[in-house]
């Protein structure tokens, strides 16, 4: 059965929309501030880990049927803990409490009145933005068209008018790059990729895009992972779109207004500067549909997981679980949310990538039992030693063994240590065939 082009294109309108959420937004025109002269060999280091890696990664988890399938490569035990724990954290524990955030922190209580109760509002806002999602993903047989058909299309517009307003009228100074973008840019960019948590969406998001073809009539596999990859060929290319216009405008005003904790201040800074108090409004619109499409997609895809899991749970219970877990994180703050997130995804992305490496690969490693869980070991236990090095915790003697691995300071170490175990593995694999051999 053959896909028809508007049915593909909402289907690829969907999966960019559930990738294009709080940190899309925030992070590429801080990238663009911060980067300044640079700001072309940082975004393509950002490109791999915000665009390249979750494409790929839809397509492994698709050909695998799901991330617990991909996972199981390395061990039963691996599969089950690993995917519990990147459900969580780019679920209630970090990122839906994020999506809901970012909107009422950048685009809302900048523009109240002060003396406002800021706390009081942040929770009636939230708490209008979840009953929204709540009610999108109690029928998520619809989910297809309320997000492929209207909230993508919609968040697409008000992004593209903020940028062509600003190409014509906005105000444009160049800064030199700031510390961290001064050498080695490309490798910086690749690392602020990870703030986007879109390779670990992936993950989720894989096993998503197969059942909405399936309720297309695609099902068999040829067919499913044919339109998995074009879907997400088309939903990676707008999402490269979206974030050099995002991080051009960054780059353009580096030299206009000073560099902050995130780039909510820069976007609000370009915002007003084009629209004055209008912009308000637009800023906290396209925000909140952004941020809401990825929410809903995560809510979605994580009580599809749970529901499967814990089979006496229904889909609708999980639903309701985790929206109303991740209100009440959200109500924490954006900052105190962002600096939790940092030592997690230092912790996850890394095994990730190597993952989604190895399951594009996968027919290289099909007759060595030895090569995922010794890769997937190797680079995970670095990348929390990683993590914690990053935490400044007291480890003495260990942090200077580390210091000694190649691109350890930088983040990363994994890459080597993968490296490493990879040929371990294979070694491990052929020593007991010699032996045989030999006898």
């Known amino acids: ?40 060999w940082a975004m393509l280091g950002f490109l791999v880990t915000a665009v390249v890696l979750p494409v790929l990664g ?29 459900y969580l954290s780019i679920g209630p524990g970090l990122g839906i409490p994020r999506a809901a955030s970012v909107p009422f922190e950048m685009a809302v209580a900048p523009y109240m009145p002060q003396g406002t109760n800021t706390a009081l509002w942040m929770f009636l806002y939230s708490l209008a933005f979840f009953l929204i999602a709540l009610w999108l993903c109690l029928n998520p047989g619809k989910l297809v068209n309320r997000i492929g058909r209207v909230l993508t299309p919609m968040t697409l517009f008000f992004l593209c008018f903020l940028f062509f307003n600003f190409l014509f009228r906005g105000d444009v100074q160049v800064a030199a790059p700031s510390m961290a973008y001064q050498s080695g840019a490309f490798m910086q960019g690749f690392k602020d990729g990870y703030q986007t948590m879109d390779t670990i969406a992936a993950l989720n998001f894989g096993l998503v895009i197969t059942v909405t073809l399936s309720s297309f009539g695609i099902r068999e596999k040829s067919g499913v992972i044919r339109y998995t990859v074009v879907a997400g060929t088309i939903a990676g290319s707008i999402l490269a779109c979206v974030y050099m216009m995002l991080t051009y405008m960054g780059m353009c005003s580096s030299g206009v207004y ?56 229904s889909y609708k219970t999980w639903v309701w679980v985790i929206v109303v877990f991740s209100f009440l994180v959200c109500n924490l703050g954006l900052n105190a949310i962002l600096s939790i997130s940092v030592p997690v995804l230092d912790a996850i992305y890394p095994v990730s990538i190597v993952l989604i490496v190895l399951g594009l690969t996968d027919k290289l490693w099909r007759n060595h039992r030895f090569v995922y869980p010794f890769v997937v070991f190797g680079s995970s236990v670095e990348s929390v030693l990683f993590a914690m090095y990053k935490l400044k915790l007291p480890m003495g003697a260990l942090w200077q063994m580390c210091e000694k ?21 294979l070694v491990a694999e052929m020593a007991p065939k010699k032996v045989a051999e030999a006898e």
């Open 1 to 40: 059965m053959k896909l028809g082009k508007k049915n593909l294109l909402v289907v690829s309108f969907m999966l960019f929309s559930l990738f294009f959420g709080a940190g899309n937004l925030i992070f590429p025109p801080f990238l663009g501030q911060n980067a300044g002269n640079h700001t072309v």
């Open 58 to 86: 839809v397509v492994v988890v698709a050909e695998f049927n799901g991330l617990d399938k991909l996972g199981q490569k390395v061990g039963k035990r691996f599969a089950l803990i690993f995917t519990v724990l990147i």
């Open 258 to 313: 000073p560099v902050q904790d995130n780039g909510a201040w820069t976007l609000r800074c370009i915002v007003y500067q084009l629209f004055g108090d209008f912009g308000a409004v637009l800023l906290a619109t396209t925000f909140t549909l952004a941020c809401l499409t990825t929410c809903v997609g995560l809510i979605n895809s994580i009580s599809r997981y749970f529901s499967t899991l814990f089979e006496k749970v």
């Open 405 to 425: 691995l190649p691109l350890f300071k930088e983040g990363f170490g994994w890459v080597g240590v993968a490296v490493v175990m990879l040929v371990i593995s």
